[in-house]
């Protein structure tokens, strides 16, 4: 661990993030203090030097392709001007499909190698992603509306993560395995180059007889789309039924129970809630399978969804 400053008593902290789609990289600078009210010392006054750009979590089968994340790490430290010696203090959570994969937990040697001791966090428990997802985007909405009940999706690539919440407070939470790489093509087609168990299920569910190499149709990408938000749909009405036989009980990792008097205010976050966001403004969106996954067809359908719009 790298010594503050003498002079300012600024030290340097990373944040890494690997998910079932994307990692990303975070650099903040802080100062170190004794908080007036406890006496104790904390990190003050924290600002961002660095935002790496999203990019694809590397995998090989069902591992994690320790080189690729050592090659971003190597990457991200020296677009941001640090080296390992700059950091006070890092950490790194592993989420949604990436934290299923076999050999999530060499990680955390790699990440020590790589910025120092720091805390590696694998969600193993599934409505832990719930909740960062919640307080870390839309925790301050909540508390400017303290009297409206929120319900956020935040959807990725392999799993979709809601949370109920009221004046910043988290009530409720749950995970199911819908997002927008189950199944995986060859970019601006229907061409299929993988799928996760899930999708296998999903496409056998509907009839869809396809495998690696094959090309979905219209009607067939229509299907599954319509299969994950008729799924975001029963979640938001507890809709049991849905979940209760075939891939929709396969895909409930664990159920989102809630009571509410009024309906919640619906918000998204993740990968595809940001092509949610940016299509519903107008943004002109990338072609289809533009990023080898459906996320751009599942942000559509979510926006052509009466209840979810």
Known sequence: MNRPSPSTNQVKLVGLDFG?????????????????ATGRMEFASPEIVYRSQPVFTPFNGNRIELPGISALIDGWLMESGLKRDDVFAGGAIVTGLAAR?????????????????????TADDPRLESWLAFMGSVSGLSRVHPGRAILNFDIGGGTTNPAMG?????????????????????????????????GRAILAEHGIE????????????????????NGLEA??????????????NLIEQVPF?????????????????????????GVAMPERTFYGDLGIDLAHGILNSQLLS
């Open 101 to 121: 994969r076999e050999n999530a937990h060499e990680l955390a040697s790699l990440i020590e190698d790589a910025i120092g001791e720091g805390v590696v966090a």
């Open 257 to 281: 129970d809630f009571e509410w008097g009024e309906k919640p205010v619906m918000t998204f976050s993740g990968g595809v809630g940001e092509l949610v966001y940016s299509a519903g403004a």
């Open 210 to 229: 396809r495998s690696e190499g094959d090309e979905l149709s219209n009607s067939e990408i229509e299907k599954v789309v319509a299969f994950f938000v």
């Open 166 to 198: 009221q004046n910043g407070n988290v009530r409720a939470t749950g995970c199911y395995f819908i997002g927008a790489r189950h199944l995986r093509f060859e970019p601006g087609t229907y061409t299929l180059v993988g799928m996760s168990g899930f």
């Open 235 to 248: 979640i938001a009405t507890r809709n049991r039924s849905f979940f209760s036989s075939g891939a929709g």
């Open 20 to 36: 079932s789609t994307t990692s990303s990289a975070l650099v903040a600078s802080a100062r170190i203090a004794a908080n007036c």
